[in-house]
């Protein structure tokens, strides 16, 4: 047990609300673990049916329903990389903590998979830890990003009986931290750089390109109900549309178009090169509206737009450009390259792209990057009080410790909200006032 472990190893009543600001943030406290929560993924063809059965619990889906799902997972030999990923970014972490002299330890928990949240909490309190630090494996506001691992967190200190002994926190936000944006800025001019030389190689140097940031698709609901609600409005009316209607109405889209123009500022060989936001992995019943365009139907619409511009070029109507010859992917929504990066980029958008004559590039996620383990690490000291300021780009500002009321709040199908830490109206932890 570490000395900070040892000094709050008691049972002292605590507010683990105490010392938040007006504006979210939290003050520092002695924490003495760090908990990296994520996802989760099978590591074998008997694990996917278990583990999708998992993410879909609640929602009645039939095993044979759930097989047809399965094909990613199947084609990989029932393995998602993300676990080995969260592996490899654990160690990363606590190198770098050690490198700074932070003598913390880092757990690994999963919602879907082993190792699961609840037990990684047994393990970490009988391990004689108080006070534990969540730095989750998302970047941006929406439910399933950030409410859903506080309910995660919430749920499973009641069920194991360590509400009120165990004090559970999450770091904030990190879409907007430099750390998380320059592997991106870093992989697009290489992507650019590697797929001009292809089209150079191919005769087609004076072909146009298109940059696509993309990013996990979410229901239009959770779209609305994303981010602090003052923010929220202002951003519909900043718009004049509602979520759904077009990106930059919500929260959920703005941060993203945020951090794709601050790489894109990065990057001034993409300068005069046309970019969208663009969506994918929906999943759910087809009647529930997600945000759009997905990604293979913004790669045939664009392809087909194009192609209808290049015939009026033909006849002296067009402007001298080349035609579209390549699409470059920035998976900007995700942290690894997990299931969604590899099947439904890798395999399926460069597909679409590949049957329109199109070149493909997809640049790499953040991974372990040393840039982002260190502006993780970075965040990790805010909340220890080790560092000064706030790092953060864009026109957001770093975002909330602690969130909002009724920030991403999902009501569930029996009406009941379920109960979160690291939220000003959180209650679990929390004592009577």
Not at 26 to 52: H, N, R, T, W
Not at 63 to 75: F, I, K, W
Not at 367 to 393: C, K, N, Q
Not at 399 to 421: E, F, H, I, L, Y
Request: net charge negative.
């Amino acid at each position: 047990m570490t000395d900070t472990a040892k000094h709050a190893a008691g049972n002292q009543p605590f507010d683990p609300l105490s010392g938040v600001d007006e504006d979210g943030t939290m003050a520092a406290k002695d924490y003495d673990s760090i908990l990296l929560a994520s996802f989760g993924g099978p590591e074998g063809q008997d694990d996917v049916i278990p583990f999708l059965r998992n993410v879909t619990a609640g929602r009645g889906i039939p095993d044979e329903r759930l097989e047809e799902v399965a094909t990613h997972y199947r084609a990989n030999g029932g393995v998602s990389p993300i676990n080995e990923q969260n592996r490899a970014l654990l160690e990363a972490l606590q190198t770098e903590l050690a490198a700074r002299g932070i003598n913390l330890p880092v757990y690994w928990g999963n919602r879907n998979w082993e190792p699961y949240i609840p037990q990684t909490l047994e393990r970490i309190y009988a391990d004689g830890h108080r006070k534990m630090l969540t730095v989750a494996t998302s970047a941006y506001s929406c439910y399933s990003s950030c409410r859903q691992y506080r309910e995660d967190l919430g749920m499973a200190l009641r069920s194991t009986g360590l509400e009120g002994k165990l004090e559970a926190d999450k770091i904030r936000q990190y879409f907007n931290h430099p750390g998380f944006v320059a592997p991106f800025a870093e992989g697009l001019s290489t992507g650019l750089a590697e797929i001009r030389a292809e089209l150079a190689a191919a005769g087609r140097a004076d072909g146009r390109l298109h940059i696509f940031f993309a990013t996990h698709s979410i229901p239009t609901s959770d779209a609305e109900a994303a981010g602090p609600r003052p923010v929220a409005a202002e951003l519909r009316e900043k718009t004049g549309l509602a979520p759904g209607e077009g990106n930059g109405a919500d929260v959920y889209s703005a941060q993203h178009l945020d951090v794709a123009e601050e790489i894109l500022r990065r990057v001034p060989e993409a300068s005069g090169i046309d970019w969208s936001l663009v969506y994918q992995s929906r999943s759910g019943a087809p009647h529930v509206p997600w945000l759009e365009p997905d990604i293979n139907d913004a790669i045939e619409q664009l392809a087909a737009a194009h192609a209808s511009e290049g015939e009026r070029e033909n006849h002296g109507e067009g402007a001298d450009a080349g035609p579209l010859a390549g699409v470059l992917v920035v998976p900007l929504g995700f942290v690894s390259d997990h299931m969604e990066v590899v099947w439904d980029l890798d395999t399926e958008a460069k597909e679409t792209a590949e049957n329109l004559g199109l070149a493909f590039r997809r640049t790499p996620t953040p991974g372990t990057h040393p840039a982002f383990v260190s502006g993780l690490v970075d965040i990790v000291e805010e909340r220890l009080g080790r560092r000064e300021g706030r790092a953060a780009v864009g026109c957001f500002g770093a975002w909330r410790d602690v969130c909002a009321p009724n920030c991403c709040v999902k009501v569930m199908r029996d009406g009941t909200v379920r109960p979160t830490v690291a939220a000003v109206d959180s209650e679990v932890g929390v004592p009577t006032r």
